[in-house]
């Protein structure tokens, strides 16, 4: 079964910029994974801030970035702020109509 | 504005069927753009894709979960509904309803918690 991988946690200084990944337990990511990244506090519905690799949801801050990396796909957060403290989740489409979450990456901003 | 909303029984007893049915405002769910999902969340735990379908009424299901996961729709009603068989406490969990476009969830429902117990 089809394992998708990221950063279990991370941190980032205030107006620093960090970029977390999502990768496959096999294969590489592509466009073609259509890979989308989600934000998430606590008791809260997640809330869309990409899709299709690299496209904002509306009224998303353009300091929020998606790109392919690599192997891999990747959010990129630049001049963070104290709100984006959050559980940020990503999620690939596999093929067949499958599409798989991350197990999500824990971002603290101090 | 689209608006989707799954009010749920909150309550299910182990092995009981879990039934939840999400309601599409603002739009229509024959839109033949769009999949419409469920995904779960236990508490503290992360999110987890239970399945799609279409206004055909295709589906595609997380193999995990495909042997006790039923997802159909009703255009007339405009809506959709997710049966998960022979629960146990493991399928406690924040339930998501979820419009999804270009395999990526653009509108989401505010989520219901549904308790498996006795």
């Known amino acids: 079964q089809t394992v998708v991988t990221q950063e279990p946690s991370f941190s980032v200084s205030p107006g620093g910029t960090v970029t977390l990944t999502c990768g496959l337990s096999?294969?590489?990511?592509?466009?073609?994974?259509?890979p989308s990244w989600y934000q998430q506090t606590p008791g809260q519905a997640p809330r869309t801030l990409i899709y299709?690799?690299?496209t904002r949801s509306s009224g998303v801050p353009d300091r929020f970035s998606g790109s392919i990396l690599g192997n891999k796909a990747a959010l990129t957060i630049t001049g963070a702020q104290a709100d984006d403290e959050s559980d940020y989740y990503c999620v690939l489409y596999v093929g067949n109509g499958i599409v798989v979450f991350g197990g999500g990456t824990k971002l603290t901003v101090l | 504005q689209l608006q989707l909303q799954e009010p749920g029984p909150g309550l299910v007893k182990p092995s009981e069927t879990l039934s939840l049915t999400c309601s599409v405002s603002g739009g229509s769910i024959s839109s033949s753009s769009y999949y419409w999902g469920w995904i779960r969340q236990p508490p503290g735990k992360g999110l987890e894709w239970i399945g799609n379908?279409?206004?055909?009424?295709?589906?595609y299901y997380n193999p995990s979960l495909k042997s006790r996961v039923t997802i159909s729709v009703d255009t007339s009603k405009n809506h959709f509904s997710l049966k998960v068989s022979s629960v146990t406490a493991a399928d406690t969990a924040v339930y998501y309803c979820a419009r999804l476009d270009l395999w990526a969830v653009d509108y989401w429902g505010q989520g219901t918690l549904v308790t498996v117990s006795s």
């Open positions: 096999s294969g590489s990511v592509s466009t073609s994974s259509y």
């Open positions: 379908i279409y206004y055909s009424g295709s589906t």
């Open positions: 299709s690799t690299n």
